[in-house]
């Protein structure tokens, strides 16, 4: 798996498998090793 770092992004970890989740839009992030996904809707949960 590639990863990208940005200067200005955060690095979540999936809070499923603890694999390093990839950020597909402003407010959408999946983790590609077990496919869950979270948005903004989510907050509470992992922001
Ligand atoms: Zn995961």
Same mark, same amino acid.
């Given at each position: 798996?590639?990863? &990208? &770092?940005?200067?200005?992004?955060?690095?979540? &970890?999936?809070?499923?498998?603890?694999?390093?989740?990839?950020? @597909?839009? $402003? *407010?959408?992030? &999946? *983790?590609?090793? *077990?496919? $869950?996904? @979270?948005?903004?809707?989510?907050?509470?949960?992992?922001?």
């Amino acid at each position: 798996m590639q990863v &990208k &770092k940005s200067n200005d992004e955060d690095v979540h &970890k999936c809070l499923v498998c603890g694999y390093e989740m990839v950020k @597909m839009q $402003a *407010c959408h992030i &999946k *983790c590609v090793n *077990c496919g $869950a996904e @979270m948005d903004c809707s989510d907050k509470g949960f992992i922001w």
